[in-house]
């Protein structure tokens, strides 16, 4: 998923003392969203990612704070009908080398962005966060109907006309289990 797209921040004139450090650029998530094992497989991006931030560094403390925004566009999970929308996601992070780090657990680590050989590899945050956040599915509503099991029609625009659907075979032990509970409440 990561590593190769690489946006590189030199941080060195922050370690020398520098307070603030500003970036503005755009990443595209074309390659991402064209790979199968890509969380956001399926998803075509009509513009690409833009991203704004800041480093501040306080008295040696540094702060990383990005915003960034896109439109995307994908399917129903239910009835396949096109889906688009707008996706921002904010980032807030502290900033450190590993050696300041070294005394923390593994799973603490993953709470800062870590400065290697000066430079911070911003991608690998902002990716590792949209992955978290991203939706996994769209809905083109709350109560979309789906497809019909049958014949595939979208039951969003009326009835298919098909028979009563039976439910899934699959689930009868589980129809047999809530039937005897039912049984069972009201002796």
């Not at 699959?170 to 289990?177: Q, T, V, Y």
């Amino acid at each position: 998923m990561r590593g190769g797209i690489g946006l590189k921040l030199d941080l060195r004139p922050l370690l020398a003392g520098d307070k603030l450090l500003c970036f503005d650029y755009e990443l595209s998530l074309d390659t991402l969203s064209q790979d199968p094992t890509s969380f956001l497989y399926g998803v075509s991006f009509p513009s690409p990612l833009k991203v704004t931030g800041d480093i501040t560094n306080t008295a040696g403390y540094m702060r990383l704070h990005l915003s960034c925004n896109t439109e995307y566009s994908s399917f129903c999970a239910r009835c396949l009908s096109p889906v688009s929308g707008s996706f921002t996601l904010n980032l807030e992070k502290t900033v450190a080398t590993r050696n300041m780090l070294d005394e923390l657990d593994e799973d603490s680590i993953d709470d800062y962005a870590l400065i290697e050989d000066g430079f911070l590899e911003i991608d690998d945050e902002l990716l590792g966060q949209l992955e978290m956040e991203f939706p996994s599915r769209f809905l083109c509503s709350e109560d979309c109907l789906g497809l019909c099991q049958k014949c595939g029609k979208n039951l969003n625009e009326g009835d298919c006309g098909c028979p009563a659907h039976e439910p899934d075979p699959r689930l009868a032990p589980l129809k047999k289990i809530l039937e005897q509970m039912k049984a069972e409440e009201n002796k």
